[in-house]
Each structure stands twice: as structure tokens, then as C-alpha cells.
């Protein structure tokens, strides 16, 4: 089902017609020489890759932007103080908003880190929050919270310096948000935190799946650019190691690198593309990390399904965006309900990211659905289930037609001295017909979001 018809729909839809087909091969060449890329590191093989991208782009309404932007400038508020509490007085969990024995089995929850707080307290300073817009009731409903590394913003940014060059027409006619102040929203938030040096972008080098976006985002934000062997940790301060070998404090670090391999000291001790020592620092309070180690508890899905209860429970407030209907297995009522639906549910293992361990009831065998109850009933934390909701398709330039494809959403909600949301965001869209997953790693293609008054 396609996003209802507006004027400003069908004015676009005018004005493009209007353009010459040959500016689509034009609009592919100039995002080529960008070098858009989403790697893939798979069976041992790196595969080097363009990210598939659309020429169309997704229009919202500045007036349904302004109600996301609340609902989402609530909730990661709401996160926010969850984890500082959560590693601190653990409050929520003492009241039994969220049973303990949900916290300690969390694969992201860290108990080594608790009674420290980070840099003006705040662990989650750049946010992806995957939304979807249910055509039964034409909501916006929240799929997951990505509190760890959230990747995507460059493709956006990139795509509009493309748009505005190939299609100056639509910049004329519309009142299109501007975009280009992202990398300051990173800039601000860094500079915020700072514990006194500079900023950096720890990368974990070209290998990376999203390491066009690394060196994009350092570049913008006025940040430097940097691998682990260019950082070094001496007397609990850690310092880059600049061209000519002088060492330059450090305050501050938008890393690109998970918990696991951040530092081998205190994690994988196997880690080559961690920074030896840098958790000391971090926990003598000598260098702010973006994001806070051991936000994963927060990723997890069956936490997911505790935030409304965390938004009344820190804010006093009704959520303004909702969850996707969820059950938690481990709940014995909600085990009746996905043992008796999963034909119609979604079963999501709670660890997993990017797409996997993601199963559709609707298109599994009678064999198959029967395999998974018997493994969600050995394990009922491990899994969620949600109700399939039956989100808007947006239309795609695919292979030289016009084709209706699902699409999902990733707002970017930055926190620093204010909490703010981007007026744009990475929408993006399945490659094939029918299908629910719209991830980059599955695959899926993006296209640039415009933010417009009707």
C-alpha cells in the first residue's frame, strides 16, 4: 500500500516528469564517483560494494515530521536515563518495572561498568531509531532502538549534494529542510562531552562495512580521522599519533568499533583493531566515548519492549510513538499467545542486528514453525515476537520502471547539551517485491528523505 496522495506528491511527480530520463544515468554516475559504498566482510571474503540507491525520494510532511521529532526526542530521553540509571542506582529494575533476571541475561548488559558515569552523564549521543508507518492506521510505529553504533547518515547527506546539482528544479518549487548541519549536531555533541584534546573518529579501518561513512562524517565534523595504532594510551590519557610522531591529547571519540573488539585489555583480548588501554581512560574520566560502553543492553529486543514503561516511569508521560505490538515469551501469557499466532507473528532473536535472525511466520512451513516453537520454548528470552505490521511501500526507480517497494525509516536523534533530531533521516527500501527487509546488510537500497511544508 502506497503513502496517501497529497499535492506536494503529485507536484513532484509534475516536475519530474518533466525531467530528462538521461539525468537518472547523470544522478547514478555523480553518486559513483562518491564512492557510496556498504562492505561486506562474509565467509572470510571482503566484498567491496556500492550501496544500492533510489533517484525518488520519500516526502514527509513538516507538520507529521514535527510530531516524530517529539515522540523521539522523548524517547531517547527516556533511554538515556535508563542507562545512567541502570548502571548507577538501578531504580527501574529495584521498583520491578524490569525484572533483573532480564537485565543480567541482556548479552549487551556490562556489570563491570556499573557505578561509573560518563562525561555530563550521557551514554547514548547519536541514535538510530528504525520507524515504519503502519497503513491501517497511518502511524508511525518504532521497530528498534540502535544505541551502539548507528550507521547511514552520510548516505543521505551524499545523496542531496547529488539531488541539488542534477535536480535544481525541485530545490526551486519546494520548501525542502536543509540537511548540512548533521555533521555540526556530531561536532557539538563531541565538543560537549569533551574531557579536553581533540575530537576523533576511531575507524577500524577501509575493511569496515560503513567506512565511507567514517571518513565522510570526520571530514564534516572537523573531526580526525583515525585506526587504532594511530591512538596510544600513556599515564590513563590517550593521545594521537599524528605524521611526524607528535602525540596530541585526545577528549573526546565517536568510535565506529563495537564494545567487544574496543579494547583488548579489558575485552577480546584477540582484538587487532582495538586501543590498548583506552577503557582505563575512559574510566578515569579522561576521554568521552560516543557511544557509552555497554549501551547493548539497551539494543536488545526484549528491552525494546520495556521503553514505554521506561517513558512513564523517568518522564511521567504517555510514549507519543508507540512500539510495534510485542510478546515477550518469557512471560507465560505472552508464551500462550506466540505459541497459538506464530503463523501470523515476526520472531526476532533479542541479540541479533541488521536483519538476521529475523522469521516471518506467514512464510514458514507447517515443519518449520513447529522447529521454532520447540526453540523458542527452550529459550523464550532469547526470542520476541511481534504482530506484522503492514507498512507503506514507497515508489522506487528499479531497473528502468516504477515499482512499489516496503520501506522503513532510520531517524537520527543526536544528544549533546540539547537533544535533537535531524530533519532528515535514511530511508530504507527492500529490492524485491514482497519483501520485509529493507536492511542494508539483506541487501536493501536507500534513498534521500525530504522534510517539506505542504
Not at 69 to 89: C, H, M, P, S, W
Not at 113 to 134: E, T, Y
Not at 177 to 206: C, F, H, S, W
Not at 345 to 372: N, P, R, T
Amino acid at each position: 500500500m502506497l503513502e496517501k496522495s497529497t499535492d506536494i506528491h503529485d507536484k513532484f511527480w509534475e516536475i519530474f516528469s518533466k525531467q530528462d530520463r538521461q539525468k537518472i544515468d547523470e544522478f547514478k554516475s555523480y553518486m559513483d564517483k562518491f564512492a557510496v559504498n556498504f562492505n561486506l566482510y562474509k565467509d572470510g571474503n571482503f566484498i567491496e560494494q556500492s550501496l544500492p540507491f533510489d533517484v525518488i525520494p520519500r516526502i514527509i510532511s513538516k507538520k507529521e515530521f514535527e510530531k516524530i521529532e517529539k515522540g523521539l526526542i522523548q524517547r531517547v530521553t527516556a533511554l538515556n536515563l535508563f542507562l545512567e540509571d541502570l548502571y548507577t542506582d538501578a531504580k527501574i529494575v529495584k521498583d520491578g518495572v524490569i525484572p533483573q533476571e532480564f537485565i543480567d541475561s541482556a548479552s549487551g548488559y556490562l556489570k563491570e561498568f556499573v557505578g561509573f558515569s560518563p562525561s555530563k552523564k550521557i551514554r547514548a549521543h547519536i541514535n538510530g531509531i528504525d520507524l515504519v508507518k503502519d497503513s491501517k492506521n497511518d502511524e508511525w510505529v518504532i521497530l528498534e532502538d540502535n544505541l551502539r553504533v548507528p550507521s547511514g547518515a552520510s548516505y543521505p547527506l551524499s545523496i542531496r549534494d547529488t539531488y541539488r546539482k542534477i535536480y535544481p528544479d525541485f530545490f526551486e518549487n519546494f520548501k525542502i529542510e536543509p540537511i548540512k548541519n548533521y555533521p555540526q549536531m556530531i561536532a557539538d555533541a563531541m565538543n560537549y562531552v569533551n574531557t579536553g584534546g581533540i575530537n576523533v573518529v576511531l575507524t577500524p579501518g577501509r575493511f569496515n562495512s560503513a567506512y565511507y561513512e567514517h571518513s565522510y562524517l570526520a571530514q564534516k565534523s572537523g573531526a580526525y580521522l583515525v585506526r587504532p595504532h594511530e591512538l596510544v594510551v600513556i599515564d590513563k590519557k590517550v593521545y594521537f599519533k599524528n605524521y611526524n610522531g607528535k602525540r596530541i591529547l585526545v577528549g573526546a571519540i565517536y568510535r565506529r568499533l563495537d564494545d567487544e573488539f574496543i579494547d583488548p585489555k579489558a575485552f577480546n583480548a584477540e582484538s587487532l583493531i582495538g586501543v590498548p588501554g583506552l577503557i582505563e581512560s575512559y574510566l578515569a574520566g579522561n576521554v568521552a566515548l560516543m557511544n557509552a560502553v555497554g549501551n547493548g543492553v539497551a539494543d536488545d529486543k526484549g528491552i525494546y519492549y520495556f521503553v514505554p514503561k521506561m517513558i512513564e516511569y523517568y518522564l511521567g508521560e504517555e510514549p507519543i510513538l508507540q512500539n510495534a505490538p510485542t510478546y515477550l515469551p518469557y512471560f507465560e501469557k505472552d508464551m500462550e499467545y506466540v505459541m497459538a499466532n506464530m503463523e501470523k507473528l515476526v520472531i526476532k532473536d533479542v541479540a541479533e542486528a541488521g536483519g538476521y535472525g529475523v522469521l516471518f511466520g506467514h512464510s514458514m512451513s507447517a515443519l518449520q514453525i513447529e522447529d521454532l516453537k520447540m526453540m523458542v520454548k527452550a529459550n523464550p528470552r532469547r526470542f520476541i515476537a511481534q504482530e506484522l505490521i503492514e507498512f507503506y511501500d514507497e515508489k522506487c526507480y528499479i531497473n528502468n520502471e516504477l515499482v512499489n517497494r516496503k520501506a522503513d525509516f532510520r531517524a537520527y536523534v543526536v544528544v549533546g547539551e540539547d537533544v535533537k533530531v535531524w530533519n532528515c533521516g535514511l530511508t530504507r527500501y527492500a529490492l524485491d517485491e514482497g519483501n520485509y527487509l529493507v536492511n542494508s546488510s539483506q541487501g536493501g537500497g536507500f534513498k534521500d528523505t525530504w522534510v517539506m511544508e505542504l
